[in-house]
């Protein structure tokens, strides 16, 4: 973008159309002026773009930030990942990719933990005990696991190694 009317035209036209979509599908009020960035800080209010072209920058896409549940715009420059791919995409202001906030997340993807009791793969317990994990107890030990589906798999493949021993 070379003048302040193609600035005018991506901000009033590509960025407030692919917001109303957005926000739309999302329930939510993402404002067009947080879609746009003049050097590094982004902006408070709708702009008259009278600076240099050069010092504008547009996001690309916006994406739900899971852990800080919030929406945000996607610049280039920026580091997204593939949910379940560990692959990751730095934007570029040409990029050709589908972005959209079902496929890539702010966050590096963590590896699966798993262990294998007689060759059936199961997930590894995780650390805590808060609300969002599902405790299972052996012994004097208590042990979280991410899902309640881990739990119980788990525990009825034990019921069954015992049982199986049990009448040997």
Known sequence: MKTQ??????YWNEIHDMLE?????????VKPWECVKKRIVKLTHHHLFNDSPEVYQFAVAILFDEQAGIHKPIFPGDT??????????????????CIT?????WHKPQPKRTFEING?????????????VHPIHFGDSLFFFNTHEDVNDLEQFIEKLLIQARDK
Do not use: M
């Open 101 to 105: 906030s079902k496929y890539w997340s």
């Open 80 to 97: 997204v990942y593939i949910i379940d791919g560990g692959r990751s995409l730095t934007v570029r202001d040409d990029t050709q990719e």
């Open 120 to 132: 059936v793969e199961f997930n590894s317990p995780v650390t805590g005990g808060c609300r969002t």
């Open 21 to 29: 979509a957005y926000n739309k599908e999302h329930s939510v009020d």
């Open 5 to 10: 009317r193609e600035l005018n035209q991506k």
